[in-house]
């Protein structure tokens, strides 16, 4: 099992991979900045990367500048088979850097790097000396990688001292539903697939935790449901991790995950005071958590009146909406009751805003639709899963998202409903085009295109 999945973890990373592997080779001085949220599988990807080129993997921890510096020596001494170092290890950061200097070219990576600035706030003046006087002479490649987006982010601002040396910064995203889907088996139908995908997302370390020997049902009980388990307790150490006061946070991301999108609504919810709310969505947008988002026809992203606010993580929105919001059930140890109650009633109706953001993610990469800019719409009585604007080409597509199969019946009041909203988006006289995507559907519509599940990815990437 360790095996295959451990095989499945690479297949997902491959561009990202493609690109490390070409920065090394053009054989020049590089000083990459990696940064993800944890679980998002950097550590894996780093490894993978130095399988080839046999670099040198080096590991901080959350300790005192001594054994900061002596567990670092002996991770260095092992690499290289040094018996003196391993004996002897560097009693200063200088000395540690003036070490690496002196050896002939190689990957090096250092992971969870912000653990060695905590310890010792020096080390990155430190580090921009050497770089400036030897690495970058050298044609050094050094990888910087860490877990705290909010640490990571401050060695990329103008106050730290290796601001502008860093050469490349890589920013790890969760891994989109098609990558997601090869930790899922072979055998899952999409619709399957889809509904994993809605609870889990793309970090590959949740994927990981779910059985698929087992019921939907089982896994949501055991792996999630239950305050020991790993999945139950991230969210909290995730957020303990990165923020100085988690309780308000919470409350905000609680408020989202409720349905208030508006800052307004998010301030009325929570009790809290404007600014200070103003204050938190800002940085949990810094984190990746959330994300503002405006409809596509506006003209300016930033000063829109029209922004709302959305939790960015389909667990995190799992999370918050069925295990948050449910502790008495847990407290009281009735984890069947909560999964048969409350979450697998409404997980159809759950799965179908995540499906929407799928196949949105999907026609966004989608060669076919190259030309077009998509997003989401909306006004105060109206909304629209899906609309594409080719502005160019003078064309507009709208579009319906159902996780469910149709009928004629309720195909024939999308249509009027796609036809309403588009006579209000196409105020530019474009050529438009309207279009449902659905699990299932038994009829076909003169002036609608229908997508059905199975059908989606081979004609959403068909010329």
């Given at each position: 099992?360790?095996?295959?999945?451990?095989?499945?973890?690479?297949?997902?990373?491959?561009?990202?991979?493609?690109?490390?592997?070409?920065?090394?080779?053009?054989?020049?001085?590089?000083?990459?900045?990696?940064?993800?949220?944890?679980?998002?599988?950097k550590t894996e990807l780093l490894k993978e990367f130095l399988?080839?080129?046999?670099?040198?993997?080096?590991?901080?921890?959350?300790?005192?500048?001594?054994?900061?510096?002596?567990?670092?020596?002996?991770?260095?001494?092992?690499?290289?088979?040094?018996?003196?170092?391993?004996?002897?290890?560097?009693?200063?950061?200088?000395?540690?850097?003036?070490?690496?200097?002196?050896?002939?070219?190689?990957?090096?990576?250092?992971?969870?790097?912000?653990?060695?600035?905590?310890?010792?706030?020096?080390?990155?003046?430190?580090?921009?000396?050497?770089?400036?006087?030897?690495?970058?002479?050298?044609?050094?490649?050094?990888?910087?990688?860490?877990?705290?987006?909010?640490?990571?982010?401050?060695?990329?601002?103008?106050?730290?001292?290796?601001?502008?040396?860093?050469?490349?910064?890589?920013?790890?995203?969760?891994?989109?539903?098609?990558?997601?889907?090869?930790?899922?088996?072979?055998?899952?139908?999409?619709?399957?697939?889809?509904?994993?995908?809605?609870?889990?997302?793309?970090?590959?370390?949740?994927?990981?935790?779910?059985?698929?020997?087992?019921?939907?049902?089982?896994?949501?009980?055991?792996?999630?449901?239950?305050?020991?388990?790993?999945?139950?307790?991230?969210?909290?150490?995730?957020?303990?991790?990165?923020?100085?006061?988690?309780?308000?946070?919470?409350?905000?991301?609680?408020?989202?995950?409720?349905?208030?999108?508006?800052?307004?609504?998010?301030?009325?919810?929570?009790?809290?005071?404007?600014?200070?709310?103003?204050?938190?969505?800002?940085?949990?947008?810094?984190?990746?958590?959330?994300?503002?988002?405006?409809?596509?026809?506006?003209?300016?992203?930033?000063?829109?009146?029209?922004?709302?606010?959305?939790?960015?993580?389909?667990?995190?929105?799992?999370?918050?909406?069925?295990?948050?919001?449910?502790?008495?059930?847990?407290?009281?140890?009735?984890?069947?009751?909560?999964?048969?109650?409350?979450?697998?009633?409404?997980?159809?109706?759950?799965?179908?805003?995540?499906?929407?953001?799928?196949?949105?993610?999907?026609?966004?990469?989608?060669?076919?639709?190259?030309?077009?800019?998509?997003?989401?719409?909306?006004?105060?009585?109206?909304?629209?899963?899906?609309?594409?604007?080719?502005?160019?080409?003078?064309?507009?597509?709208?579009?319906?998202?159902?996780?469910?199969?149709?009928?004629?019946?309720?195909?024939?009041?999308?249509?009027?409903?796609?036809?309403?909203?588009?006579?209000?988006?196409?105020?530019?006289?474009?050529?438009?085009?309207?279009?449902?995507?659905?699990?299932d559907c038994d009829f076909e519509d003169s002036e609608v295109?229908?997508?059905?599940?199975?059908?989606?990815?081979?004609?959403?990437?068909?010329?």
């Amino acid at each position: 099992m360790t095996n295959k999945m451990t095989e499945k973890t690479f297949k997902d990373r491959v561009k990202e991979l493609a690109f490390l592997n070409e920065l090394y080779e053009k054989n020049s001085a590089k000083l990459i900045i990696l940064y993800g949220r944890r679980r998002v599988g950097k550590t894996e990807l780093l490894k993978e990367f130095l399988k080839k080129h046999k670099g040198l993997y080096i590991l901080a921890r959350q300790e005192s500048e001594k054994e900061q510096l002596k567990k670092t020596s002996s991770q260095i001494a092992e690499y290289y088979k040094d018996n003196v170092l391993m004996l002897n290890p560097f009693i200063s950061w200088d000395a540690l850097f003036i070490y690496l200097s002196e050896k002939p070219r190689i990957p090096i990576v250092i992971d969870e790097f912000p653990y060695i600035v905590q310890s010792s706030k020096r080390v990155t003046g430190i580090l921009q000396d050497y770089w400036d006087n030897k690495f970058s002479k050298k044609n050094t490649f050094l990888v910087l990688c860490g877990s705290s987006i909010n640490m990571m982010e401050k060695l990329l601002g103008k106050k730290s001292p290796i601001y502008g040396r860093r050469t490349e910064q890589i920013l790890l995203e969760p891994l989109k539903f098609n990558d997601s889907c090869l930790f899922l088996p072979d055998a899952m139908n999409l619709k399957e697939k889809v509904l994993y995908y809605s609870i889990l997302g793309g970090m590959p370390a949740y994927l990981l935790e779910f059985d698929f020997e087992k019921s939907l049902r089982d896994n949501l009980i055991e792996n999630i449901a239950r305050k020991n388990k790993f999945l139950y307790q991230d969210v909290l150490f995730t957020l303990r991790e990165e923020l100085k006061e988690p309780r308000n946070y919470f409350s905000i991301l609680y408020s989202i995950a409720k349905g208030n999108s508006k800052a307004g609504q998010i301030v009325n919810d929570t009790g809290l005071e404007k600014a200070f709310v103003s204050k938190y969505l800002s940085v949990l947008i810094d984190l990746q958590l959330i994300e503002r988002r405006v409809p596509i026809t506006e003209k300016n992203f930033a000063r829109s009146r029209n922004g709302i606010y959305l939790l960015k993580d389909n667990f995190f929105k799992f999370w918050f909406k069925f295990i948050f919001e449910n502790q008495e059930y847990i407290e009281q140890e009735k984890q069947e009751k909560l999964v048969d109650e409350k979450i697998l009633p409404e997980l159809n109706s759950f799965a179908g805003r995540i499906f929407e953001e799928v196949v949105l993610s999907e026609m966004i990469r989608s060669g076919k639709y190259k030309d077009y800019l998509f997003g989401r719409w909306w006004d105060k009585n109206l909304e629209a899963d899906i609309v594409g604007i080719d502005r160019s080409n003078k064309r507009l597509l709208v579009g319906e998202v159902k996780f469910k199969k149709l009928t004629k019946t309720e195909i024939h009041e999308i249509k009027g409903s796609l036809k309403e909203k588009a006579q209000k988006i196409n105020s530019f006289g474009f050529e438009q085009k309207l279009i449902v995507i659905c699990l299932d559907c038994d009829f076909e519509d003169s002036e609608v295109e229908i997508i059905k599940l199975d059908k989606i990815f081979s004609q959403i990437f068909s010329d």
